[in-house]
């Protein structure tokens, strides 16, 4: 049976609204070049769809199909592919048993999807399964350990610290990216070509975004695993809430989020 992988994010609104603001543009930028109309593209881990969308308008015509482990944020996918006129599937499958056929897709893509699940390595086997020989397996995830920020805040290493221990617990790497070279390597790639790239914020309106969506998002699933298993308290969430707070209203507030990237030829 497939591992019964725990999402550390969860799906409320404020960790999908914030997916929803990803695009191919700042989020898959290193598989763009290889698109082109006519290839046949799946999305694994889609989300609310907003870089599934952008994919799919291009390689349009190419049949483009989004999947989720559940379908709470498949509703806003489908509402805004069809408000943007773009032909998208999506649907609920299990990244360890797809249900497609062997080589079904010219491109299979992962976004932020390793870091969240026990065995990326057979995540990973199981794109490649589903991709055609010739054809690209794309993941992109971040790497907590390296997020680094400015102003320094004791209150912000503390969330950091406690995400990750969190996110361990659930049996994940929230230290993904620099290990996708490893994980690909592990699962059979042999033409692998590795890169990076990064977010960075710090504009007023970026670090209140950000900034805003982690003061509340801390109080979310996150937050809800750590005052379940004693990693917190009541008192060091609202702290870590306020932190960010303070970190977005911050005139010099400044902060990286690097990722490690990956195309494979499967």
């Not at 609204?17 to 006519?38: D, I």
């Amino acid at each position: 049976m497939p591992p019964r992988d725990v999402y550390t994010h969860g799906h409320s609104q404020v960790v999908v609204g914030n997916h929803a603001a990803r695009g191919a543009a700042n989020s898959a930028a290193y598989l763009l070049p290889l698109l082109r109309p006519g290839l046949d593209l799946l999305d694994v881990g889609c989300g609310p769809g907003s870089i599934t969308i952008d994919l799919a308008a291009a390689v349009a015509p190419g049949r483009v199909r989004g999947v989720e482990i559940t379908e709470d944020p498949l509703g806003a996918a489908r509402a805004s592919a069809a408000e943007r006129g773009v032909a998208v599937e999506f649907a609920v499958d299990d990244a360890y048993a797809l249900t497609d056929p062997d080589d079904a897709y010219d491109v299979t893509h992962a976004h932020q999807v390793l870091q969240h699940v026990s065995d990326p390595v057979a995540v990973l086997r199981e794109m490649r399964r589903v991709t055609r020989p010739g054809g690209v397996v794309a993941v992109r995830d971040a790497d907590y350990a390296a997020f680094t920020w400015y102003p320094a805040d004791e209150r912000l290493d503390a969330w950091l610290e406690l995400y990750r221990a969190v996110a361990r617990g659930n049996d994940a790497e929230p230290d993904a990216g620099r290990r996708l070279l490893a994980w690909a390597h592990e699962a059979g790639f042999d033409e692998v070509t590795p890169s990076a790239s990064v977010w960075c914020y710090a504009t007023p309106e970026d670090r209140a975004r950000w900034g805003g969506m982690w003061a509340e998002r801390i109080h979310s699933a996150v937050g809800r695993a750590a005052l379940e298993r004693g990693l917190a308290t009541a008192d060091d969430l609202a702290a870590i809430s306020q932190a960010w707070r303070d970190w977005a209203a911050h005139p010099d507030g400044w902060i990286l989020i690097p990722h490690g990237e990956l195309l494979a030829r499967a």
